[in-house]
């Protein structure tokens, strides 16, 4: 019978879902592995199953762990709502895990989550950013409260909404035979070398999905993981990109990168998704709410 459940298992249980190992949870939590072990222990034996499958000193969330994920996270979000309920300044409070893919964690993130902080006076956020694929797997783990990406997703747990958008555009380096048109056709890009992000970008994905499928013959030149070195690499002659006016504007306006014009919708929308099962504590819910209203004005 499940009746003598704690906070501090519960803690235990998402520390261990999150890292993997008993190791890593206890130094998350700052206790022995002993300690959690046994916390852990005691959680499964008044629960009368498993929460895990033991596979090579890793510690895999097995189906009945999956019912409970949810709900701990709702509970253990709902005890910090209680203990900051009579907080003086009764102002938003709880720590708020925000992911962003490359392009808005670089480019969009930082003025969003300033203009958050002065309009709310919370302060207590952390920013993620990695590529849309791994932003979502963190979600779909409860690693992460919010993200918000830039290719849409299908994944079954994840809500998405648009909450924004930016305009894409094709560069090349200054010295590039096509830099000094005017306009140019689509047909001129036959044959042509182009450096990408790594699966799992929404950048590329955006250029597999709007551009490449115009092309007969493309090929890929390299594949990198940041958009510096993308802007680095077309600047110096090695082909050509796809990325975000907003990432390529600083590079266009010192003249290491040339923008092509061509006569193609580059619009791009920015997506904002919460888990579907996600406790949506009021600090989340205003958050979210601040997302679909926020504009930038810089």
């Known amino acids: 019978m499940a009746s003598n459940i704690s906070l501090k298992q519960l803690n235990v249980f998402m520390a261990i879902t999150q890292n993997n190992t008993l ?12 300690a959690v072990s046994m916390a852990l222990g005691e959680l499964e034996k008044q629960i009368g199953h498993a929460l895990f ?54 480019q969009v993130a930082p003025y969003l989550l300033s203009d958050f902080r002065r309009q709310t006076l919370h302060l207590s956020q952390s920013l993620f950013i990695s590529n849309s694929a791994l932003i979502c797997q963190k979600l779909v783990d409860y690693e992460l409260d ?3 990406i830039e290719g849409k997703t299908l994944h079954p747990e994840l809500i998405s909404t648009q909450f924004s958008s930016d305009e894409m555009c094709i560069v090349c380096s200054p010295s590039h035979p096509l830099a ?32 490449a499928p115009r092309l007969e013959h493309w090929h890929e030149a390299f594949e990198l993981n940041t958009t510096e070195a993308i802007i680095n690499s077309v600047s110096a002659g090695l082909g050509l990109a796809c990325l975000s006016q907003l990432a390529a504007q600083a590079a266009l306006n010192d003249g290491r990168l040339t923008q092509l014009h061509f006569p193609l919708d580059m619009k791009r929308r920015y997506w904002l998704l919460v888990h579907k099962e996600k406790y949506q504590s009021p600090l989340l819910k205003q958050f979210i709410q601040f997302c679909h209203q926020w504009q930038r004005t810089d």
């Open 23 to 34: 190791t890593a949870a206890a130094e998350t939590l700052f206790l022995s592995k002993a």
């Open 53 to 106: 499958d033991r596979v090579n000193n890793r510690l895999i969330l097995n189906q009945e762990g999956q019912k409970l994920l949810p709900l701990a996270d709702e509970l253990l979000q709902r005890s910090d709502d209680i203990r900051h309920l009579f907080d003086e300044q009764q102002g938003l409070s709880g720590q708020l895990h925000v992911g962003a893919s490359d392009t808005i964690g670089n």
């Open 146 to 148: 919010i993200a918000l």
């Open 180 to 211: 000094q048109q005017s306009s140019v056709s689509i047909g001129a890009l036959e044959q042509s070398q182009w450096i990408l992000r790594e699966p799992g970008s929404g950048t590329r994905e955006f250029f597999l999905r709007t551009v």
